[in-house]
């Protein structure tokens, strides 16, 4: 156990500050402006013994350090966050012990939860080191205001609760949007590697073709045999070379998995997905006749973002009875609309599902655009625009 904590520790201070950060906001300002004048009222009209003994004058200098440290603090939290507990802390600590000493009451910290907001924000924001940094300000702090003002084992107490659940509170929040985070990535990753995998394999299904016709043509090569023969295998050794080299890159993909080289479903193959319906459930096909020739990855796509379409629905649309698939295109661009008529649908929006997420990253790659959202009045539809030839 002794040396699992240190490590640990080394492992929380070697972690980066979040990235990107927010700068200031509309509402930071609000926060300023509402706890400026919750400190102001508290000034005014607190009644507390100690703090009512506080000439006026203490009273106004409570105020003015209040002013001076906690709007900045509060502005640069995201940004700076060490900078923003040690001028939060630092400062109202040290005003309120030299009331203490200069008059014997207790003052100088006002509006006590606006300050520690900065100490929300070192460990929501800030690096693991800083945050260690900070955190001993905030324990410094504490143990000067228990000093300042002792009081019973319960006040002391209470008052250390008080300064750790912001730590817990930004601590939870972090780590929760870096899962979040990686979640998101690994699902983009994972729709990347598919459509790696079907170009790899479309591709590669043509390439040996063109390997296997030019094997057929070393043999029945009948006029100016020679040179045909040297032209037919430098096709093959062209082609043959290019299958290993995308095999290895493939096995990277994979993990070492071989290459399927048959070709993928598309748009022809949507009347299948009727395996994956419940029998509840009607699947309506429609694939327009201007659908034509279209470039095997967005054929591909076409499967798959139907699929998942239709396993959404099946996961999450309330008594569902028909989902339509239509599928049109124009000379420069397909599009592909899925949609049914559940009650509702208990799913986010705009590709922030995992599943959505898999289908517009795979429509952002190819240069197309994706959209879902529910339908008027009951159901959801996913749309999908896709050019016919992606640029490459």
């Known amino acids: 156990m002794a040396t699992v904590i240190p490590a640990s520790w080394r492992a929380f201070a070697a972690e980066p500050a979040v990235p990107n950060a927010p700068r200031r906001v509309s509402r930071d300002w609000v926060i300023v402006g509402v706890s400026s004048a919750i400190a102001l009222a508290e000034v005014i009209f607190r009644t507390d013994p100690d703090f009512e003994g506080l000439s006026i004058a203490w009273r106004a200098a409570t105020m003015l350090v209040f002013l001076a440290v906690a709007p900045y603090s509060l502005l640069i939290r995201r940004t700076a966050p060490l900078r923003a507990v040690v001028v939060g802390f630092v400062p109202t600590m040290v005003f309120g012990v030299i009331v203490r000493v200069a008059t014997g009451h207790v003052g100088g910290v006002v509006a006590s939860a606006v300050i520690l907001i900065s100490g929300y924000a070192l460990f929501r924001w800030g690096s693991g080191r800083d945050a260690l940094r900070g955190g001993a300000v905030m324990a410094w702090a504490g143990v000067v205001g228990i000093l300042t003002d002792p009081g019973t084992i319960g006040e002391a107490v209470g008052g250390t609760i008080v300064l750790l659940l912001p730590i817990e509170i930004g601590l939870m929040v972090r780590y929760r949007a870096a899962?979040?985070?990686?979640?998101?990535?690994?699902?983009?990753?994972?729709?990347?590697?598919?459509?790696?995998?079907?170009?790899?394999?479309?591709?590669?299904?043509?390439?040996?073709?063109?390997?296997?016709?030019?094997?057929?043509?070393?043999?029945?090569?009948?006029?100016?045999?020679?040179?045909?023969?040297?032209?037919?295998?430098?096709?093959?050794?062209?082609?043959?070379?290019?299958?290993?080299?995308?095999?290895?890159?493939?096995?990277?993909?994979?993990?070492?998995?071989?290459?399927?080289?048959?070709p993928r479903r598309g748009a022809a193959?949507?009347?299948?997905?009727?395996?994956?319906?419940?029998?509840?459930?009607?699947?309506?096909?429609?694939?327009?006749?201007?659908?034509?020739?279209v470039d095997p990855a967005v054929d591909s796509a076409i499967y798959r973002i139907a699929q998942e379409?239709?396993?959404?629905?099946?996961?999450?649309?309330?008594?569902?009875?028909?989902?339509?698939?239509?599928?049109?295109?124009?000379?420069?661009?397909?599009?592909?609309?899925?949609?049914?008529?559940?009650?509702?649908?208990?799913?986010?929006?705009?590709?922030?599902?995992?599943?959505?997420?898999?289908?517009?990253?795979?429509?952002?790659?190819?240069?197309?655009?994706?959209?879902?959202?529910?339908?008027p009045g009951a159901g959801w539809q996913v749309e999908v625009e896709l050019p016919r030839w992606p640029a490459r």
Do not use: W, Y
């Not at 979040?180 to 690994?186: D, G, I, T, V, Y």
């Not at 299948?272 to 009607?282: A, F, G, K, N, R």
């Open 309 to 375: 379409s239709i396993t959404n629905t099946v996961r999450h649309a309330r008594h569902p009875n028909v989902v339509h698939i239509q599928v049109d295109g124009d000379p420069g661009t397909i599009r592909v609309r899925v949609d049914d008529d559940g009650n509702a649908v208990s799913g986010p929006v705009d590709g922030q599902g995992f599943g959505l997420l898999g289908m517009a990253e795979r429509a952002h790659l190819l240069g197309g655009t994706f959209r879902a959202g529910p339908r």
């Open 179 to 262: 899962a979040q985070k990686r979640a998101l990535s690994e699902a983009q990753s994972r729709e990347r590697e598919l459509l790696a995998r079907e170009l790899h394999d479309t591709v590669a299904h043509h390439v040996s073709a063109i390997a296997i016709q030019a094997q057929a043509g070393q043999a029945i090569a009948a006029t100016d045999p020679e040179r045909a023969l040297r032209v037919l295998a430098t096709i093959e050794g062209a082609a043959s070379r290019t299958l290993a080299e995308m095999r290895t890159i493939v096995s990277t993909l994979r993990a070492g998995a071989e290459a399927d080289l048959a």
């Open 269 to 293: 193959d949507l009347h299948l997905l009727v395996d994956i319906v419940p029998p509840s459930l009607q699947l309506d096909v429609t694939v327009a006749d201007t659908l034509g020739v």
